[in-house]
């Protein structure tokens, strides 16, 4: 596990953008107070998911509209019909840690 950043750097609802060992993450604190992180691109269009729309368990793509559930990287919305890395995320001691290894076995 990887340390990211202290919880209160990411407010809830919110998502930033981090890039841990070649790796562009989307660190995201979700309406129901977890924390996710998913790859930084969508799988529709290239573009950065941590700029998009946190809804319940989801982040929607600026761009298109496609939206994707942080838990499992599925997109649930058109146009985007292929799933996002998502990454193993642990709190400890007020510090966000990551690990690189997709645990729903997406790779980029």
Known sequence: ???IC?????PKGTAISAAVDGTQLALVHGEDDQFYAVYDEC??????????EIEGCT???????SRFDLRTGEPTGLPATEPVPVYPVEVR???IYVSLTPSNGVTR
Do not use: F, K, P, Q
Request: charged residues 25%; glycine residues 10%; contains cysteine.
């Open 93 to 95: 001691d007020g510090d």
């Open 43 to 52: 799988s529709h269009a290239a573009v950065a998911l941590s700029e998009g």
């Open 6 to 10: 202290a919880v209160e750097d990411v």
């Open 59 to 65: 982040l929607e793509c600026w761009l298109h509209g």
């Open 1 to 3: 596990m990887i340390r």
